[in-house]
């Protein structure tokens, strides 16, 4: 009788294996379903924002106003009403000393 409860918690133990594979198969697929949805959206959206920045390039040349910098580059820190450049503002450092 005892070969009968070994082969019964192999059988207990393999089902389980199993039932964890079958999660793991169905969690892969949704995340791959959502993944490619994602990709979706992200493409949409690019497509949305690349139409949206050559309207506003042609809008801008069609009012001869202001043309878009060659290089891509933008301008630096603006000045203040003084006159001034704004400070930097430095990260703390508390969470350095933290993980420290």
Do not use: C, N, Y
């Not at 192999?10 to 994602?38: C, G, K, N, P």
Request: glycine fraction near 8%.
């Amino acid at each position: 009788m005892i070969w009968f409860h070994r082969l019964k918690s192999d059988f207990h133990s393999l089902r389980s294996l199993w039932r964890r594979r079958q999660t793991r198969i169905a969690t892969i697929r949704v995340l791959r379903r959502l993944d490619d949805r994602l990709l979706d959206d992200i493409g949409v959206v690019r497509g949305r924002i690349g139409e949206a920045a050559r309207k506003a390039v042609d809008d801008r040349a069609a009012a001869g106003t202001e043309q878009a910098p060659a290089s891509g580059r933008r301008p630096g820190p603006r000045r203040t009403v003084s006159g001034e450049r704004p400070s930097i503002i430095l990260p703390s450092p508390l969470p350095a000393l933290a993980i420290a």
